[in-house]
């Protein structure tokens, strides 16, 4: 039997893990992650650091509970963490035990001590890209324009006909900058910005681990709440504590960190059902083009839950009337017929 274990799933990356004797350094043996970006992915959200790997090792010492690594040859390797996912072990939308929301609401303090430029690592985005510090509405200027050129505009070669069936125009992003604009300015800190269950795991010994930094970003400290809330789905009285407790460790990490976060945070979730609506869309469409058949069952179930999501971006997007199950599954169904290629 091969030592190797994969391809692991994942969205971003081919996964594959090794052991490799006494790689703790402290001659244990461990097992490591070998990994390459999925070719042909669509990317949905801004990247600014150039190499997770050199983001992990500028952080050592700084973050608790992130991968270590080691250098073989050219490539530089993550070490495996052995346990089980927070989603495995309580999945969406279910509470999150105490002893673990405390890790992530410590994890959040200490990201909100790392400074914007205290890090020597390479950036992807250019100075001109990147939002004035504490400039909190031209950070999310930033996130709506990304997501309106390169994920609406950029695919609309491919899906026009579906995002007109489903009303999605270019004048919704008008709306989204009207119902999110008038934010509080807030210091400027690391973010993950994709802290969602399946990024931590949990070891034997109930510590947790988070991984998958290659979404990481300086920005509003706020917009990493609003993203993990949006992705975790806790129980609403979990999720309106977390919030509180987020507030406490980030201002006590960066005073004013957390300025304006109750009204701001509904504007920020806001943003993130809005997002969901095109990048789901696509997903959608395209997860149907990859199966060998695809019947009224499937269809039905791929347009009830893309309908929930275009029901939850209406009001950030301006959609006086969300489109019917009916006339999302017909939609898809249209765009398949036309786009679908046999898979070999």
Known sequence: MSAVEGPLRGYHHETYVCPLPGGTGKGEPARWKCREPRPGLLWFDRRCFASEEQLLRALDGRIDGIPDLIQVGPTDLQRFIEGKTLGALHASGSEVPPHLTGQIVSLFGQLA???SGSLTVDRTCTSADRSSEGDTDGFLERLILFTQKRVYQRNM???EGLFRALRLYDISFEHLRKHASGLTDRPFRLLHADLHRENFVVDGEERLWTIDWELAMFGDPLYDLATHLYLMRYPADQEGLMAEQWSEAVESA???????????????LAYKRAQSVFTDVIRTALSLRQERTVDEGLLAQAGDRLQKVLGAGAEPLGMSEVPTVERVTAALGEWYEKRAEPVA
């Open 113 to 115: 001590r790392v400074r």
């Open 157 to 159: 070669p491919e899906f």
């Open 254 to 268: 960066a005073p004013g960190g957390s300025a304006g976060w109750e009204t701001d945070l509904p504007k920020l």
